[in-house]
């Protein structure tokens, strides 16, 4: 459970009972858990029937809800039987909500074609949400950005006239028609038809105008937006995602305005190279953005509809781990906080799982993974620290003895929250400092039994006063609050600070205060008040105050706690009427009461005991995973059950792919003499809609999309009979970052371009060997396609930069000597795999012929490894299978891992296929990415895999692997259960596709 999100529900609760009045009269259910810590969610009745705003919340039936979300896209996991793991894992941390993206590009593939069905139907995602207890915002875009492919464009927007992102001839349309199919999609799964949709968000950072232009936002494309949503029966109320606060479409701004005005924030930029730098150029920190909300949206709750949880990475980049680094666990204490401290309602966190870029979805900037440094790692597994942790403003230095710290009061009727930060937010000096706040008892000097509080260097803390905890009241701690319950006679209240800090509270009671375990506190009785001062240490206390337990952590143990709803009676956890706290280990998914026994289910990594906090005396056993807990035992003073949770190590083997039985074909036939192109799409368009780049400066249009090819790899055959006057070939390709070239004439080798990082566009001459006059030949031109451009800013049109052959001349001759064809993935947008979707295939000659899916025809191939590889330039396919057998009742994600990157290295790019799944692209020469997590679903845990990998060979004296591996990322022993599998269409003998030999 994450501390900051507890913090986050304490607080915000506390400001609508006590700040709003709302006087939530909690309806307790009879049995044994009753948790009042989120009172104000547990009396909505099934089924919602309206959800309604103001100023304060989003309410559910006239019941009060403040929104921390996380953002997840299911299309970036491809398995939909792990979904629910993730929501699981989302929902453990203490989120009520996830936000996501429907990418139209991967729906859409031809226009008029839509089909959301297999891994791309959502109803096993809305059925998980459901499941898990966790409310969804829907951003179907159209444009969602998102690191995307075309930030959510399908390729055939390219062909359109006009500008995407207003209303026009061409794109209103096609808009429509899209919005008009997903739609009614998002339609059925709101909250008012049972449902877990709570809120909508129309386009996406509709903020930007390209720089180049004097136009401004067009307030009826947004309307247009909103209107198609509204037409298909969206009624929960529509919110903005502003690109920052800026005040787009808040309500009352006219055409266009939304119901509830969002903006997001990425305060430390999108670079994860200095990680530990604050302070990057482009980076900021949050200031005044309560003010800023009353200025532009004082009638709606504030909100942040994105705040950096990680960032994205590039081709060459730092890695995911550096980005972890960056936006790490001190990162999330001192900015959340201070989103907090700016009285954010509804905060979304960008990404909490990031997943990959399978099957080129993701923008040519980007590589496969898109981990993300979040709290979730791409493989599932929790990046431990960071994942466990996650009014106006006014200042400052007179609640505090310095300046070196800036106290913010969160303040409500009665009490408060002081969030307190170094007022240099970068500061890695750790300061002490005392405090002067105001309470119901006066204005005291804290800590009031001698000593220093202390923040360390990047910290930031939520200190609270007049805090109510069941029938209690803490006139103020200084220690954290990590939740608390009240229980039929007790109350358990669980703090915590950082280790080596001094705490101290004060509680209206002056019983006698009884040490039940651990070290004792200093106690000092004054006035009606218990004030208890401590040291933080590594090992626990649990102090008894007439009733109320209360438990003393240090911040790192307070993470191996969790809070669980209890299933309603329809199987959702929504409901917080009926949970537990339980401290156990790696995570805790569910928890369900049958009987007397607690049912428990969760993952473990190590053996662990188990511990349920408060148990009632009713409660009789506990088991883990189906298994009863060994050792069980209650402790009568703390009134706890606990046992042991045992840890097996699994026993599993994975196949050795250098030893597997590898088969190859040739995948550049192209260059051969007897290969005949006559079935290739001939380049004849003499125009192009394609508003980027209108004016061709070659006889027809090469752009790939003006034939319907709008990924993976491409192929351009130039024939031309030869006068003996050509001296060479140049040619202006724009592939995308990271692209790279290889030509030839005839099957002889001109070169390649290697590629860089930030490389869209490459011109380059081939000199050319002597040519014979009156003969025949033929350019082939292989290049990739890295994907369409993001179109962040309006009017800048970038999603339409073309890709393939910009420009040419033919040293000696008019660009007019070469007729030119190409293709890409057979088929174009009438793509053929559609299990996979349309981004999934290239153009290269054996993904043409469907040889990488499942159990492709190898008689055809003829055994070669990878590791042998190819002594030329060229392209070579891999082709192998091997059974999995992994063992039932543990999570073991898996990776490829390819050799080290090397700038100066070989260049060579491999694509690998798992199960048909394009779930790998590796670039030797550019980096970083060399692991390639697959996920199960994907992976057939249970039977048969079959991989398939292309090697271009860019270099004269070709490439190999010199490693190759298949590993565990993880191993966990998990309650979560069987994974289904993906849809797994296989090879079919593909009746149209040209091999042209
Ligand atoms: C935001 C955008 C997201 C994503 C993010 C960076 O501005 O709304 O879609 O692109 O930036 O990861």
């Excluded at 953002?71 to 939909?80: A, M, V």
């Excluded at 129309?202 to 307030?219: G, I, R």
Aim: aromatic share 12%; glycine share 10%.
């Amino acid at each position: 459970m994450s501390l900051l999100v507890m913090l986050f529900f304490s607080l915000l609760r506390c400001i609508l009972v006590v700040a709003l009045g709302t006087g939530v009269s909690a309806a307790p259910r009879t049995g044994p858990y009753i948790d009042k810590r989120e009172a104000p969610l547990q009396n909505i009745a099934s089924p919602i029937t309206s959800v309604t705003w103001d100023d304060k919340s989003v309410t559910l039936n006239g019941e009060r809800i403040m929104i921390y979300s996380g953002e997840f896209h299911p299309f970036r996991l491809p398995s939909p039987g792990l979904w629910l793991d993730v929501l699981q894992k989302i929902k453990a941390l203490g989120f009520n909500t996830v936000s996501f993206y429907v990418d139209w590009a991967l729906l859409e593939g031809k226009q008029g074609n839509f089909s959301a069905d297999g891994i791309f139907a959502l109803d096993a995602f809305f059925q998980a949400a459901t499941e898990s207890g966790l409310y969804l915002i829907a951003r179907p875009g159209p444009y969602i950005n998102a690191e995307a492919y075309g930030g959510g464009f399908p390729g055939w927007l390219q062909r359109m006239r006009g500008d995407p992102r207003v209303n026009g001839p061409d794109y209103t349309p096609a808009i429509k028609s899209y919005l008009s199919n997903i739609g009614p999609i998002l339609a059925k799964a709101q909250i008012t038809n049972g449902g877990p949709i709570i809120l909508v968000q129309p386009e996406n950072e509709y903020s930007l105008v390209d720089l180049n232009t004097d136009k401004t936002l067009d307030p009826s494309y947004m309307q247009t937006v909103e209107d198609a949503l509204r037409e298909v029966g969206i009624v929960v109320p529509l919110i903005s995602n502003d690109a920052l606060n800026y005040g787009n479409w808040a309500p009352g701004t006219g055409e266009g305005a939304v119901d509830i005005y969002g903006h997001d924030g990425y305060p430390v930029g999108l670079k994860c190279a200095d990680p530990d730098n604050w302070n990057a150029s482009g980076s900021f920190f949050p200031q005044d953005w309560w003010a800023a909300h009353l200025r532009q949206s004082p009638s709606t709750p504030y909100a942040i509809m994105e705040f950096q949880g990680g960032s994205y990475d590039q081709w060459s980049g730092a890695g995911y781990d550096a980005c972890a680094v960056l936006l790490n666990h001190e990162f999330e204490r001192v900015y959340y906080k201070n989103d907090y401290a700016s009285g954010v309602k509804i905060f979304n966190v960008y990404m909490v799982f990031g997943g990959t870029n399978w099957g080129n979805l993701g923008f040519p900037e980007g590589y496969t993974s898109y981990d993300y440094g979040a709290a979730i790692k791409e493989d599932r597994t929790v990046w431990r620290e960071k994942y466990s942790n996650l009014n106006t403003p006014t200042n400052h230095s007179e609640y505090a003895n310095t300046d070196e710290v800036m106290v913010t009061a969160v303040t409500t009727d009665m009490t408060k929250f002081w969030v307190v930060r170094h007022t240099d937010y970068t500061s890695t000096a750790g300061i002490e400092y005392t405090l002067r706040l105001t309470t119901t008892a006066g204005n005291l000097s804290l800590p009031q039994l001698g000593g220093k509080l202390t923040l360390p260097g990047r910290d930031s803390k939520i200190h609270v006063t007049d805090y109510s905890v069941g029938s209690y009241s803490l006139l103020y701690s200084t220690a954290e609050i990590f939740t608390w319950k009240e229980y039929a006679s007790e109350t358990v209240l669980l703090i915590y600070g950082g280790v080596g800090e001094t705490h101290e509270l004060a509680l209206n009671s002056t019983a006698f205060p009884q040490v039940l375990e651990g070290r004792r506190p200093v106690f000092h009785s004054t006035a009606g008040q218990t004030v208890m001062q401590w040291n933080v240490t590594t090992s626990r206390t649990i102090v008894k105050i007439d009733s109320l337990l209360i438990y003393l952590l240090d911040r790192n143990a307070a993470y191996n706690y969790w809070v669980l709803n209890l299933p309603d009676t329809d199987g959702s956890r929504y409901s917080t009427a009926s949970s537990v706290i339980v401290k156990a280990g790696y995570l805790l998914r569910t928890a369900e009461m049958n009987g007397s026994t607690l049912a428990l289910r969760g993952d473990l990594n190590v053996t662990t005991t188990v511990e349920v906090i408060g148990s009632p005396s009713k409660l009789s056993s506990v088991t883990f995973n189906g298994k009863a807990l060994s050792n069980l035992s209650t402790s009568n003073t703390t009134e706890t059950l606990s046992g042991q949770a045992i840890y097996q190590e699994p026993n599993f083997t994975l196949p050795d792919l250098s030893s597997l039985d590898w088969k190859t074909v040739d995948s550049l036939p192209e260059i051969q003499s007897t290969y005949n192109d006559s079935r290739w799409t001939l380049a004849d368009h003499t125009t192009t809609n394609n508003t980027e780049t209108q004016n061709l400066t070659t006889p027809t249009s090469l752009y790939s999309s003006d034939y319907g090819y709008n990924i993976g790899s491409l192929l351009y055959r130039g024939h031309f009979a030869a006068t003996s006057n050509e001296s060479y070939l140049y040619i202006n390709i724009q592939g995308g970052d990271a692209f790279g070239i290889s030509a030839w004439i005839g099957d002889e080798f001109l070169g390649s371009y290697a590629g860089a990082s930030n490389k869209a566009t490459y011109a380059q001459n081939f000199s050319l060997p002597a040519l014979t006059a009156g003969k025949n030949y033929v350019f082939t031109v292989l290049h990739d396609h890295m994907g369409n451009e993001q179109n962040g800013h309006v009017y800048g049109d970038n999603s339409k930069r073309p890709r393939g052959i910009l420009d040419y001349a033919l040293g000696g001759r008019d660009q007019s000597a070469i007729a030119w064809k190409l293709t890409g993935n057979l088929g174009g947008e009438d793509y053929k795999d559609r299990t996979r979707g349309p981004l999934n295939e290239g153009g290269l000659y054996a993904e043409r012929q469907g040889w990488h899916l499942p159990q492709p025809p190898t008689d055809k191939f003829e055994s070669g490894s990878p590791f042998e590889g190819v002594s030329k330039p060229g392209v070579a396919f891999y082709f192998a299978s091997f059974d999995l057998d992994m063992p039932e009742g543990y999570d073991i994600p898996l990776e490829f891992a390819f050799p080290k990157w090397s700038a100066s290295g070989t260049p060579y790019r491999c694509l690998l296929y798992v199960n048909g799944y394009l779930f790998g692209k590796y670039l030797h020469a550019i980096g970083p990415q060399t692991n390639f997590p697959v996920p199960e679903g994907i992976l057939d845990y249970h039977g048969t895999n079959y991989i398939a990998l292309s090697l271009w060979a860019q270099d004269a004296n070709g490439a190999a692997l010199d490693t190759f591996l298949l590993r565990p990322s993880h191993i966990v022993q998990t309650g979560y259960g069987a994974v289904e599998l993906s849809p797994m269409a296989g090879y079919e003998l593909r009746e149209n596709a040209y091999s042209g030999l």
